[in-house]
């Protein structure tokens, strides 16, 4: 069955880094889109960024500039690497395989002072 097991989250300071982690399995990742979402308290799950199965990115105009989203196919792992945090980035992050129902428990990100 699909896995997806999220890590990398925790408590950083505004301007800070953090590097999350999202290994996947029971699909074909590596032909398989893959996306980074975050939900914060009170609000509608949102699109971070997005990779194709080749390795083309986008990503929502918030985080442009800031996050990097990548993947290793040889691990079933897609990564989404954030810079200059700020306490607007908290939230639970997700990733998701496009075109399948499937989501993880998510890792929680929280940028404060």
């Known amino acids: 069955q699909v896995q997806l097991v999220e890590s990398g989250g925790g408590l950083v300071q505004p301007g800070g880094s953090l590097r999350l982690s999202c290994e996947a399995s029971?699909?074909?990742?590596?032909?398989?889109?893959m996306g980074w979402y975050r939900q914060a308290p009170g609000k509608q799950r949102d699109v971070v960024a997005g990779?194709?199965?080749?390795?083309?990115?986008n990503y929502a105009d918030s985080v442009k500039g800031r996050f990097t989203i990548s993947r290793d196919n040889a691990k079933n792992t897609v990564y989404l690497q954030m810079n200059s945090l700020k306490p607007e980035d908290t939230a639970v992050y997700y990733c998701?395989?496009?075109?399948?129902?499937?989501w993880g428990q998510g890792t929680q990100v929280t940028v404060s002072s």
């Open positions: 998701h395989p496009l075109g399948l129902a499937n």
């Open positions: 029971g699909f074909a990742f590596s032909i398989t889109a």
């Open positions: 990779i194709t199965s080749g390795g083309s990115t």
